[in-house]
């Protein structure tokens, strides 16, 4: 995630230019507005750009060091000079960068950060004053949860990350709120709760039919049918077997999108095979 492509602004743009540019992104994609899938997660990635671009010194570090400065204890600077390499993540306060809706009607809501904590449940100015951190978290310790130990102004303190959590996710803890990151995975591509797995089956697998095995969320493999003349780019979905919904009982799916292995070499016999095969189609 590049803060400057969240903002839809060029690294040259102006103090103006990208509070006019979180304006814009907000209204569209606030959760309360917007009920597209994935609105959510996108107006938690627009609040923390904001959050670093809006703010000269912690832009300045991010320009340097990218989100470095501000995961795994890089080399940004937090307010009132503090350091901000804490452990496995860094700090910044969500009282930066002035109002940028200032004039905009927003149905009772003074600023953009009242709406973030309504929408969070949080409380007001007083909420706006507790420290923001964020944390960079594997897909697998996103999906299954993980505790973390973690140092906070030099006090080691235990955190507790539930199953589930998204990429911009916001956690408040009783001193503090974390903002979530993800990395990305290998085999899993996630949106939302459901994950998207990409098979690729042979070319005689499609046309006869079969079975494959397919990695799931839980580390064990499941064997699929696969029908006979199924096309590339058909999906399948297993229901109840994508991520969990943080502290709920509720999963999303996982889906099998099957791709066509097409073999490079073949053999005379294969290819006396297939032309046999295309006289008699």
């Known amino acids: ?55 000269p010194d912690k832009r300045g570090n991010y320009d340097k060091f990218g989100h470095e400065a501000f995961v795994r204890g890089g080399g940004g600077a937090a307010r009132g000079g503090q350091s901000a390499g804490q452990g496995p993540f860094t700090y910044t306060y969500s009282t930066s960068g002035g109002n940028p809706f200032e004039g905009v009607d927003f149905g009772g809501f003074s600023d953009p950060f009242d709406i973030f904590e309504q929408f969070f449940g949080g409380g007001g100015a007083r909420q706006r004053q507790k420290p923001l951190y964020q944390i960079q978290l594997s897909f697998d310790e996103a999906v299954h949860g993980v505790s973390k130990k973690v140092n906070i102004e030099g006090k080691q303190k235990d955190i507790k990350i539930p199953a589930g959590v998204d990429e911009g996710m916001r956690i408040r803890f009783g001193d503090f709120d974390v903002i979530v990151t993800l990395q990305k995975d290998k085999t899993f591509r996630r949106q939302g709760q459901d994950v998207y797995v990409e098979l690729d089956i042979p070319f005689s697998t499609a046309i006869l039919g079969g079975t494959t095995d397919v990695p799931t969320l839980d580390k064990k493999s499941v064997k699929l049918k696969i029908k006979p003349g199924t096309k590339p780019g058909t999906m399948m979905r297993l229901q109840g077997k994508g991520i969990a919904y943080p502290q709920s009982n509720r999963k999303g799916d996982q889906y099998i999108v099957f791709n066509l292995k097409i073999p490079e070499h073949l053999s005379r016999r294969q290819k006396e095979l297939l032309e046999e095969f295309e006289r008699e189609s």
């Not at 509070?19 to 009920?35: E, F, G, T, V």
């Open 1 to 55: 995630m590049d803060y400057y492509e969240t903002l839809g602004v060029s690294k040259n743009a102006t103090k103006q230019e990208v509070k006019s540019a979180y304006r814009r992104q907000a209204l569209k994609w606030h959760p309360d507005k917007n009920k597209e899938a994935g609105a959510e997660a996108r107006f938690k990635e627009i609040n923390a750009a904001y959050e670093v671009l809006s703010d």
